[in-house]
C-alpha cells in the first residue's frame, strides 16, 4: 500500500524545499517563488517570493504529473500511458507566482488517479467487489475515465485484472485527498486573506475530438465555467477577450465545461471564482512523440502575459490592492 501523508508529515514538509525556483538562480538573480509545500511524488505549491506581492490568483495543474508510483500495475506501455498526461501544462503556468499568484501541481500522473473526479467517480467494472459508498455515476466513468482509468485511447485496457477497494483508496488517501487539502488550503488562504479569490484550473487537449467517428479540429483554448456556476461570467469573458487579443480562437464551455475541481471550488456568490482552460497541445508540442516544439516558447510567452492579466484583473476587483 503507497504511504499516507498524515497532518505530521505533512507539516514536516512546509518548508521551502531546496530544489529549483529557491534560492538564487545561475544567473545570480533572486528567485521569484518559492517552494511553500512539497510531497515527493504528489504534490508541489509554489508561492511569490519575499518582495512580490501576493494576488488573490491561485493557478493548478492537475494532469501534468509524470512521476509513475512502483504499483501501478499497468499492462499497456508507458509510452502510451503517456497520452493521458497533459504533459508540459506545468512548465507553461510555472511563472505564475512571479507575477503574486500561488500555483500548485500533481507530479503522480493522472491516469494512476485523477485529481479531477470526485472521489466516489468510480467505475464499477473495474473493481473486484463492491464499492463501499455510493457511486457518482458519471458519463466520463462510463467510458473508461473515471477516478481510475480503466481505458487508454479509447478501448485500450490500463489493467489485465479487477482492483481492489483496498488499491483505489490507498491512492484517494495518499494521492487525491493530499492533492484536495493542499489546493482548498491555498484558495481558503487567499479568499481569508483577500475576501475573494480567481482560480484557475489548467489543462490541455488534443489537436484533434471526435464526433460520429469523425476528426474535428479544436479551437487554440477552450474556457470552462460551467455555464456561470463556477466564476463570474465577466472574469471568463476577460480572459477570453486577453486571449483573442494575442490572436488565439477560443470557445466557452464547448466542448468542455469544467469538472471537479471547478465545481468544488467554484463558488462565486461566496468570492470564490474557478475557471477551466484547455489550451490546444497543437501549439507547443508534438502529440505523438511528447515533445515540446518550436512554438512552446511563444505559447508561454503568451502564457505569461496573461496570468499577469489575471493578477491585474483580480487586484482590480478588489480596489487594486
Known sequence: MAPRWNSIAKRMLLTSDPGK?????????????????????????????????????????????YDYPGDFDHVVPRDVLRRAEDAFVDDLYADAPAAGAAFLKALFPRAYIDPNRHEDEVDADMLSEPWPRPIRASEKAEMGLGLIRRLIKGRVHIYDRPLSVNEIMARIESYHRPYHDELAAMIGDRLASFGAVWHVNCHSMRTTGRHQGKAIPRDDFVLGDREGESCDPAFTEYVAARLRGMGYSVQINHPFKGAELVARFGRPLTGSHSLQIEVNRGLYMDEDRI?????????????D?????ICTFAREQLGGR
Open 21 to 65: 525556483h529557491t534560492g538564487v538562480l545561475k544567473n545570480g538573480k533572486a528567485a521569484r517563488m518559492q517552494r511553500k509545500t512539497y510531497l515527493p511524488g504528489v504534490l508541489v505549491h509554489y508561492e511569490p517570493a519575499p518582495g512580490i506581492a501576493p494576488a488573490p490568483v491561485v493557478f493548478d495543474s492537475p494532469h501534468s504529473g
Open 305 to 309: 502575459r496573461l496570468i499577469g492579466d
Open 291 to 303: 515533445e515540446k516544439h518550436d512554438g512552446f516558447d511563444s505559447l508561454k510567452a503568451n502564457i
